[in-house]
């Protein structure tokens, strides 16, 4: 017998939308392929947990449902569509909020580098990209991305940054997440040795401002 999925019931957009996206660990594998195509074997790996019956039906939805495309061959991995890619804000939004309620992080919670990458994303305040013509590299362990500010418009990227970076970042996953929820300053963790930054200050602090880390001078 096949799994009922379960709606609410409601003639309501939101309502709708959480019918596609409101099972468990539905959105942590729209998180995953926000960040490119992935091979069931990548996604399992990546999302420690879920129980391999329980990714193949919710990929099996997600592809009924036109939200993600499946592999044509053994090279090729899941990946969004068009209306999958639509998620995106919506998901950077909802992981910005989210940066509210992190704690402190234990031992027996996961962190992944690649993770990284969407929360800079999350973390970025387009509005005080004004006038920054500059970019930003961030290594969090063995994954690198950057920031391009063009003519004050941001746009994150995965690589390395082209030419010289004005600023250099680099840390573990665990410290970056805590420092974009705010639990630790980047100086703090600069202090404890746990970041390093390459760059001068007034780069460092422009970068600091357009993730939100502080406040623009008056």
């Known amino acids: 017998m096949g799994h009922v999925r379960r709606n609410y019931g409601q003639y309501c957009g939101l309502a709708a939308a959480l019918d596609v996206i409101g099972e468990r ?14 091979r069931y074997g990548e996604l399992l790996e990546a999302l420690p947990g879920i129980g391999t019956n329980l990714l193949a039906e919710r990929l099996k939805v997600l592809h009924e449902l036109g939200v993600i495309t499946r592999p044509q061959s053994r ?3 899941y990946a969004l569509t068009e209306l999958g ?4 804000e919506p998901v950077l939004s909802m992981a910005r909020w989210g940066l509210h309620f992190l704690d402190a992080p234990t031992p027996d919670v996961e962190t992944r580098a690649h993770w990284g990458f969407l929360a800079v994303q999350a973390m970025i305040d387009p509005e005080r990209a004004t006038e920054i013509d500059e970019s930003y590299e961030f290594r ?8 391009s500010v063009t003519h004050g418009k941001p746009v994150a990227l995965e690589g390395p940054a082209d030419g010289e970076p004005a600023v250099v970042a680099s840390t573990d996953a665990r410290t970056f997440v805590e420092i974009g929820a705010k639990r630790l300053t980047p100086f703090e963790a600069l202090a404890s040795g746990r ?3 390459t760059g001068d200050t007034d780069a460092i602090v422009r970068s600091s ?10």
């Not at 357009?210 to 008056?218: D, H, I, K, Q, W």
């Open 25 to 38: 660990w539905t959105l942590l594998i729209i998180r995953e392929l926000l960040l490119g195509p992935r």
């Open 75 to 77: 090279d090729q991995g």
């Open 85 to 88: 890619r639509e998620l995106r």
């Open 140 to 147: 969090v362990d063995d994954v690198v991305f950057h920031i």
């Open 195 to 197: 970041l390093q930054l």
């Open 209 to 218: 401002v357009l993730l939100g880390l502080m406040a623009p001078a008056e």
